[in-house]
């Protein structure tokens, strides 16, 4: 079985511009959750979604945004970007009451 | 509001040497599940351990093992035997409520990074 997918890897974007990452959950998991992990720190919760509802948001600023679709994929937006948010962009998929499985990432850096 | 520390930022350790990784969380519910994490340099967060706040057992898996303390609130977690193949970011979390189980919104520590040397 696929495991968590996320894309793109790796993505350099220039500051005010927007950004959108995606993830695939694992077959059967409803749920997903975003992740930013600056380096060096560990991660932090950004948004958590199930059965295409948000369940959960992190202190993050409004330039930050997400929705999940029929599918139960994913896509993290990112409006205005600023240097400070690059950093490594986590997904994790889980089932109602699984532990979370974390894709690989897609790491952004902002100049 | 959570939180979870993890006061060990690097450790290093001769392999076959025993480590031991600490974490200390803060939480007011009642009702919470503890992870671990490994965090290799290509990112991706593998899952070690998942405990809820009712189950004190501690659990030894192969070279790992967790001792859950309540009192203290800790969650510790050791390698015996430590391989180079250990050398990685571990990272300790909390979630809270009823459905915390599924680890859908984590609060993270700082992380360790852990380096075993041959």
């Known amino acids: 079985d696929a495991g968590v997918t996320q894309s793109p890897t790796h993505l350099i974007k220039t500051r005010g511009q927007q950004v959108t990452l995606r993830c695939s959950p694992i077959?059967?998991?409803?749920?997903v959750s975003w992740y930013q992990q600056v380096l060096g720190q560990g991660p932090q919760f950004i948004f958590q979604y199930y059965e295409k509802e948000e369940r959960g948001r992190g202190n993050f600023p409004d330039r930050f945004s997400a929705r999940q679709f029929p599918n139960y994929s994913s896509e993290l937006n990112v409006n205005a970007l600023l240097l400070g948010d690059s950093a490594l962009y986590l997904c994790?998929?889980?089932?109602?009451?699984?532990?979370?499985?974390f894709g690989q990432g897609t790491r952004l850096t902002v100049v | 509001a959570q939180k979870v520390t993890q006061a060990q930022t690097e450790i290093s350790v001769v392999e076959k040497e025993d480590v031991t990784l600490d974490c200390v969380y803060e939480?007011?519910?009642?009702?919470?599940?503890l992870f671990w994490y490994k965090q290799p340099p290509s990112g991706e967060l593998v899952f070690l351990i998942r405990r809820n706040s009712f189950d004190e057992q501690n659990e030894i898996s192969g070279r790992y093992s967790w001792n859950f303390q309540k009192s203290t609130s800790s969650f510790n977690f050791t390698i015996t035997a430590s391989q180079v193949v250990d050398s990685a970011v571990y990272f300790c979390a909390l979630s809270v409520g009823i459905s915390s189980g599924s680890a859908r919104q984590l609060t993270f520590g700082s992380g360790t990074q852990l380096t075993v040397l041959p």
């Open positions: 994790a998929s889980s089932s109602y009451v699984g532990q979370g499985i």
């Open positions: 939480t007011r519910d009642t009702t919470y599940y």
């Open positions: 077959s059967g998991h409803k749920s």
